[in-house]
């Protein structure tokens, strides 16, 4: 089974990643910042910080996305 990004976003959040996404840079070197919401194997939702890097790999255009999980940090900042 091939998953895709897509596939651990809750469905209210796939417009919003679709819009996001398509302001990633395009140029080797820039970095994008984003937060949103992903789902766990489990179902879960956990608060991520995205960050999207455009590089050239093997002649072809990639993108490198990092997702850190900061919903303990988002629910200590609460309280």
């Known amino acids: 089974m091939r998953l895709t990004l897509l ?16 302001s990633l840079p395009e ?8 937060s949103n919401i992903n789902l766990k194997k489990n179902g879960d939702r956990i608060q991520v910080e995205t960050f999207g890097y455009s590089l050239r790999y093997q002649e072809r255009n ?14 200590r900042s609460k309280n």
Do not use: M, Y
């Open 62 to 75: 990639c993108r490198l996305i990092i997702c850190l999980d900061i919903t303990k940090k988002k629910r």
């Open 27 to 34: 140029k080797a070197g820039e970095v994008s910042h984003h």
């Open 7 to 22: 596939d651990f976003l809750p469905e209210e959040e796939i417009h919003n990643f679709k819009k996001t996404d398509s």
